[in-house]
């Protein structure tokens, strides 16, 4: 079965910290990586995508990801965190197996400490 | 998000009754998915629709619960005799294109409590 994993449902980490959020997936397919930040009571933002190419792959906020294929991993990264950074961030694939929708992990609070 | 519009933010239903989510695409996107994501729990995908079409419902439940996008105004999630089990936050994302590298906008989301 196609999934994907967020393994820490909860990150607290001190300002300016470095901080990586944790994503693998599991697919057998060619596959497409994306993360989304979510803010209270808002919608999904996407901060970057991995379609091919690069498997490091930077994105908006200072964010970066990158692509694993032997780990099947997609761990995003940030060298110094702020307060604005505190949210909800969910790693989503597309599967290339004519399904067109995205598989999501089931998301990491990251919150941020003073 | 700005672009995709979603109405009503928050519903509040009482059980029995129905609920009606309406979503309206971004101009020029006529792709669009329906997710519903559970107090903390992620989004999981519930129904795919193109103008006039139902492309995947694999993740609708089987009774209950209906979409739709017509020709002319918004795509509507609609789900009849509502149960507790149904409050949660309904989000719907559009796009232009339907391959692999489409990116989604999605909207700010109908959270609805079921009393």
């Known amino acids: 079965a196609q999934s994907v994993t967020q393994l820490d449902s909860q990150v607290p980490v001190f300002e300016e910290a470095p901080v990586e959020l944790r994503c693998n997936y599991s697919?057998?397919?060619?596959?497409?990586l994306f993360w989304y930040v979510q803010y209270p009571n808002q919608g999904l933002q996407l901060l970057l995508k991995?379609?091919?190419?690069?498997?490091l792959v930077k994105g908006i906020n200072g964010f970066e990801a990158e692509f694993n294929k032997s780990q099947t991993s997609f761990h995003l990264r940030k060298p110094s965190v702020h307060i604005s950074d505190t949210a909800e961030y969910f790693c989503a694939a597309l599967m290339d197996t004519g399904r067109r929708a995205l598989t999501f992990g089931s998301g990491t609070r990251l919150q941020v400490q003073p | 998000n700005a672009g995709v519009m979603q109405n009503p933010r928050h519903l509040v239903r009482r059980r029995g009754q129905e609920a009606r989510l309406r979503c309206s695409p971004m101009?020029?996107?006529?792709?669009v998915y329906w997710y519903r994501q559970l107090p903390e729990e992620g989004l999981k995908f519930m129904v795919y629709?193109?103008?006039?079409?139902?492309?995947?419902e694999s993740g609708m439940p089987k009774e209950r619960f209906s979409a739709e996008f017509p020709k002319e105004g918004p795509s509507i999630l609609r789900i009849q005799q509502v149960v507790r089990g149904d409050s949660a936050a309904y989000f719907c994302?559009?796009?232009?294109?339907?391959?692999?590298?489409?990116?989604?906008?999605f909207g700010a989301g109908s959270r609805l409590t079921v009393l």
């Open positions: 991995y379609l091919s190419g690069s498997t």
């Open positions: 629709l193109q103008k006039e079409n139902i492309i995947d």
């Open positions: 697919s057998s397919v060619s596959v497409y």
């Open positions: 101009k020029g996107h006529s792709h």
């Open positions: 994302a559009t796009g232009w294109d339907p391959s692999g590298a489409n990116v989604l906008t």
